[in-house]
């Protein structure tokens, strides 16, 4: 297995790139790079004149470059990808695919603080340029910043209680790593649930380090600008809340699902989707990568 199959293994890889209905000379966006598998796929469908710009905020994903002269590595959070385009003059595109969440490499990372399997710094960082760790919002947070956004992101029913957890507990001493974590709230999750639940601490706390929404939200509205008529996007999605934000960009054309109608009734939106009916992998798949089961394809074409 090559470096880049290990760091990340692609969901869905023939299903989403079919989904962008590759044009030969189109210009393309993989603004998910990881381990180059979709981008890989990409370029093999693509002509000589065609090209391919591949986004990845973090560095460990530099190392699974492709070498080829109609690709470009961007290496920035994808929700700056309409000022990107924009340096490189890039007015319209043809297709945009994105591969959302936390690649296998983060996960399998002992060092990077995003899986509870191991005990390491709470950072959950992507971009380790940045500056907000998961310990600074654990450890600084007021208990009703915590309580909101383990709610809104992580959909914990005991948000307050848990806020209210992780503060006494700090008080004692910091919680700096991701089992000094896990002992402050172990007593509050039953046992049969305790897996499903540690899953949504760590992620709510991820999402917001990471400001994964609004990062989300900031890219569907620049590709749906960028996306020339007959355009594709194709997103693969894992959990609820960007999953929800994905089909109100591609039903109603925007990121509130706000659905604008004209005189007749007549969904006015610059997007349609190709199946209401999402694309999930097969039994195969799923067996083959467990991290695949949660995954969502949808795909629209721009008017």
């Known amino acids: 297995m090559t470096t880049a199959e290990t760091y990340h293994v692609s969901v869905l890889l023939k299903e989403s790139v079919d989904g962008l209905d590759i044009q030969p000379g189109g210009v393309y966006v993989d603004v998910t790079f990881g381990g180059g598998g979709h981008s890989r796929e990409i370029l093999r469908r693509l002509g000589p004149e065609g090209r391919l710009f591949g986004f990845d905020q973090d560095a460990d994903a530099e190392r699974n470059i492709v070498s080829d002269g109609r690709f470009t590595f961007v290496r920035s959070n994808f929700r700056y990808l309409k000022q990107w385009m924009r340096y490189y003059g890039v007015d319209q595109i043809d297709g945009l695919l994105a591969d959302l969440g936390v690649s296998s490499h983060h996960f399998d990372d002992a060092t990077r603080g995003f899986s509870f399997r191991f005990d390491s710094p709470l950072d959950m960082r992507m971009n380790k340029r940045a500056q907000l760790t998961a310990a600074d919002v654990v450890n600084n947070y007021s208990e009703e910043q915590l309580a909101d956004l383990l709610y809104l992101y992580g959909e914990l029913k005991q948000s307050r209680r848990i806020a209210a957890t992780l503060v006494k507990a700090r008080e004692q001493q910091p919680l700096l790593t991701t089992g000094q974590l896990l002992q402050a709230t172990e007593h509050l999750f039953m046992r049969e649930r305790e897996k499903k639940e540690v899953t949504k601490l760590f992620q709510a706390l991820r999402i917001e380090v990471n400001r994964e929404m609004e990062a989300l939200r900031d890219m569907l509205t620049g590709a749906c600008q960028l996306l020339r008529p007959g355009g594709r996007l194709s997103v693969i999605t894992y959990h609820s809340l960007e999953d929800r934000i994905v089909k ?55 008017s």
């Open 248 to 302: 109100n960009m591609m039903r109603a054309g925007n990121v509130d699902g706000h659905v604008e109608q004209d005189f007749y009734g007549r969904v006015q939106s610059p997007l349609r989707l190709l199946s209401n009916k999402v694309i999930t992998p097969g039994a195969a798949e799923v067996e083959a990568n467990p991290r695949s089961r949660s995954a969502k394809l949808r795909i629209a074409e721009k």
